[in-house]
Nanobody, 122 residues
């Protein structure tokens, strides 16, 4: 089992910045991908950014140039630096971790944090 705990959410004005952090604990040795997703009220959950152990990154088009994902493999943490925040960034942000299947042919496993609220409002 893997447990994920997010922190850093809060209320910020448009144009402001926040830094989210996620720490993984438990059976973390096999985690190979981590990322951030978000879900706004009434909307589907969407990928914000993801990063592999090797440092490859993927961003949603809506956050490119504004958000930066980073990872500390030794500490089992992933962070999301959010700059130039917009009202439409308001959502609950969730940390996600993935690992390959224990046996060949099995499904990959995903783990989710409880989420942290980010509200962008004047």
């Amino acid at each position: 089992q893997v447990q994920l705990v997010e922190s850093g959410g809060g209320l910020v004005q448009p144009g402001g910045s926040l830094r989210l952090s996620c720490t993984a604990s438990g059976s973390t040795f096999s985690i190979d991908k981590m990322g951030w997703y978000r879900r706004a009220p009434g909307n589907e959950r969407e990928l914000v950014a993801a990063i592999t152990t090797g440092g490859s990154t993927n961003y949603a088009d809506s956050v490119k140039g504004r958000f930066t994902i980073s990872r500390d493999n030794a500490k089992n943490t992933v962070s999301l630096q959010m700059n130039s925040l917009k009202v439409e960034d308001t959502a609950v942000y969730y940390c996600k971790a993935e690992r390959p299947p224990q046996y060949r042919g099995n499904y990959r496993l995903s783990y989710w944090g409880q989420g942290t609220q980010v509200t962008v409002s004047s």
